[in-house]
């Protein structure tokens, strides 16, 4: 019989840094038993000394721990159910966040939103969902935690859940389902809680069977980011990354900004010698001329070119400490390229919890606000709108050497 692997579905956790985001995490971890055997034995000792924050502390340890069918990543971790597995990344703040997403170190399919029962939606909550938004993640599951605070009031959950479900349909995002919880005395988790006898949703692990299956992004054009090349026995590979799309042995490629065209002469994939390769492996390739193929360019089927362009309008978020202005001189980095820019324009400010437009012509962008923008382009770069082929369609504003914004192309 063949084994065929499961689907691994990525889900990002995010909301107020005080709405038991860990918590949520490490209670689902441990009631799922996707957990080694030392972690689990250290939250037990937690728990018996009546300590508050023992699940809290369960990615804290994960972090620590290398082995016991744990992968860990940063704030990464997996949870195995019997349909098919899913990787759960923690977001400690809409910096971190904004900095991984643009950057492609995180790819999520889906989202988690939590939110305080006692608190409510607050500021970071509607940031990181006007992020999830902005990001192009579209379906989302809403998690009222901490409703023992609120003693399992179902007045309050409603109240929450047309409040939360109004704001995410201005954004266009689906959700999967709105589930009330106490991550902290475990109801409603893995099994339907007592204290909710009013609830209908299913548990949360159960309501994540409600995401969909990711994006195949192996049916967009073919988009490779070519990383550099290296000479082996004075032959040129070319080292990149297929971000979508398919790409086979004899394909004829182009090579943009500059259309630099040239056939593949073979594929190789983890040292391996392939017929084909497709979105999301890293690749070494032989090319009938690679003499001008460079770090930074994005191969692709002459047939579907992406655009050139050295002007862009885009959606941003900054995150700098100092203001952006029109006539600044920032870094873009799209795909593997990085290139000096202008910005032109701040064509209008958005409120991210009204999504009202407050400003329009803005003189400056401040930290953490969202803002339409127009940048001129030292040199042109390949680019797609993020709608279609989300690789080159977002880009990170480096100033110093930081990342202090990201943007989506429109």
């Known amino acids: 019989m063949v084994n065929i692997p499961k689907e691994n579905l990525r889900i990002v956790v995010a909301g107020h840094i005080d709405h038991g985001k860990s918590t949520l995490i490490g209670r689902l971890l441990y009631e799922s038993n996707c957990l080694p055997q ?24 994960l972090a620590e721990e290398q082995a016991g069918g744990i992968t860990i990543d940063t704030s990464e971790v997996r949870l195995k159910t019997t ?44 940031q990181h969902a006007y992020l999830i938004a902005m990001l192009g993640i579209r379906q989302i599951l809403v998690v009222v935690n901490k409703m023992d605070l609120k003693l399992y009031n179902r007045l309050r959950f409603q109240e929450l859940s047309e409040e939360i479900t109004d704001f995410l349909r201005k954004l266009n995002i689906e959700i999967a389902a709105i589930v ?28 994540l069977n409600y995401f969909s ?14 990383q550099c090349p290296y000479i082996t026995d004075s032959k040129i590979t070319i080292l990149g990354k297929v971000a ?21 002469l ?24 690679a003499t001008n193929v460079e770090r930074g360019q994005v191969g692709f089927d002459i047939h579907h070119p992406p655009l050139t362009t050295d002007y ?10 100092e203001p952006l202005r029109p006539g600044g001189k920032i870094e873009i980095l799209c795909g593997t390229l990085q290139c000096s820019a202008q910005i032109e324009k701040i064509s209008k400010i958005i409120d991210p919890a009204s999504l009202k437009v407050i400003c329009t012509n803005a003189k400056q962008l401040t930290d953490s606000q969202v803002g339409n923008v127009e940048i001129k382009l030292d040199s042109p770069i390949c680019v797609d709108p993020f709608e279609k082929i989300p690789e080159l369609g977002r880009f990170a504003i480096v100033q110093n050497g930081r990342i202090m914004g990201g943007g989506i192309i429109k």
Not at 218 to 226: A, G, N, Y
Not at 312 to 321: E, S
Request: one cysteine or more; glycine letters at 6%.
């Open 244 to 264: 979508s799309g398919k790409l086979f042995e004899n394909h004829q490629l182009a090579f943009g900004p500059g259309r630099h065209t040239t056939k593949v």
């Open 213 to 226: 299956s990711q994006k195949n992004l192996t049916r967009l054009p073919l988009r490779l980011l070519v």
């Open 83 to 126: 349909r098919r597995n899913y990787t759960l990344i923690d977001t400690p703040g809409h910096k971190e966040f904004l900095k991984n997403m643009v950057t492609g170190t995180t790819r999520a399919d889906a989202a988690i939103l939590v939110i305080d029962a006692s608190e409510g939606l607050l500021g970071q909550s509607y």
């Open 180 to 207: 009330p919880v106490s991550a902290q005395h475990g109801e409603n988790i893995t099994e339907k809680s007592k204290e909710m006898p009013w609830n209908t949703s299913l548990t949360l692990r159960k309501s």
């Open 266 to 289: 073979s594929i190789k994939v983890s040292n391996q010698k392939r017929v084909a390769a497709e979105s999301g492996q890293s690749v070494a390739l032989a090319l009938e001329d």
């Open 312 to 321: 862009l309008i885009a959606d941003l978020f900054w995150i700098g400490a």
């Open 38 to 61: 030392n972690v689990i034995e250290k939250t037990k000792k937690s728990e018996a000394l009546g300590c508050k924050e023992r699940f809290a502390r369960v990615t804290d340890q």
